[in-house]
């Protein structure tokens, strides 16, 4: 089954302590991104990556990092979370860098800092 | 860079009813168009989607218009059910690629039985 997998779905974690959340795709695709979602803000992309070793800040990237060692994982890395990075996260991975390409998003990923 | 504006936030209608949700774009070159539902707890999912070198598409009950010269876009739902209650999401594209995906801030449909 075509998919995208991000873990935790759930976590609790205090401020400062680093953690990592991780995404998988198994549809051999080129591009993936991770996304914030926030109430009245809609879905806001934090990084996103055109292919293996390339990746590329989204809008709102501060306090984050990413990595793109495999094609298939895009591991979205929080070096020194703080509350208000308290959201749901979505990882989400495409064809292609094209126009025009589905974005298949993961289940999502609750996070909560406190 | 685009920017995309979503309106109404929140939308009430009695089943059976339609719904009309709209969104509008900045950027000109934009090309692509999708609409994403986001069912409570569940992630955004595509519905449908346009390109610019259309003016309206359907899909059984749901259809997307665009005005290039405006630079609008809208989902109409006819004939409401209650399974159509979620979060809608636009969304647009410019032709420089999927990656610059700019989404809507929401919609969220609530369908009254």
């Known amino acids: 089954e075509a998919q995208v997998t991000q873990n935790p779905r759930y976590l609790i974690t205090v401020t400062g302590k680093k953690l990592t959340v991780t995404c998988s795709q198994n549809?051999?695709?080129?591009?993936m991104s991770w996304y914030r979602q926030d109430p009245g803000l809609g879905l806001r992309q934090i990084y996103y990556s055109m292919n293996v070793e390339v990746t590329d800040k989204g809008d709102v990237p501060e306090g984050y990092k990413v990595s793109r060692k495999e094609k298939r994982n895009f591991p979205l890395i929080l070096e020194s979370p703080s509350p208000n990075q308290t959201s749901l996260y979505f990882c989400?991975?495409?064809?292609?860098?094209?126009?025009?390409?589905?974005?298949?998003f993961g289940e999502g990923s609750w996070l909560t800092v406190v | 860079g685009e920017n995309v504006e979503q309106h109404p936030s929140t939308l009430s209608v009695q089943e059976g009813d339609s719904a009309v949700i709209k969104c509008t774009y900045s950027?000109?070159?934009?090309?692509?168009f999708p609409w994403y539902k986001q069912e409570l707890g569940k992630r955004p999912q595509l519905i449908i989607d346009?390109?610019?070198?259309?003016g309206e598409k359907k899909d059984q009950r749901i259809a997307v218009t665009l005005n290039k010269t405006a630079k609008h876009f809208s989902l109409h739902i006819t004939e409401t059910q209650p399974e159509d209650s979620a979060v809608y999401f636009c969304?647009?594209?410019?032709?420089?690629?999927?990656?610059?995906?700019?989404f809507g801030t929401g919609t969220r449909l609530k369908v009254l039985a």
């Open positions: 346009i390109r610019s070198n259309v």
């Open positions: 969304a647009a594209s410019p032709p420089s690629g999927t990656y610059k995906y700019i």
């Open positions: 549809m051999n695709h080129e591009y």
């Open positions: 989400a991975s495409s064809l292609g860098g094209l126009s025009g390409n589905t974005i298949y």
């Open positions: 950027d000109s070159a934009s090309n692509y």
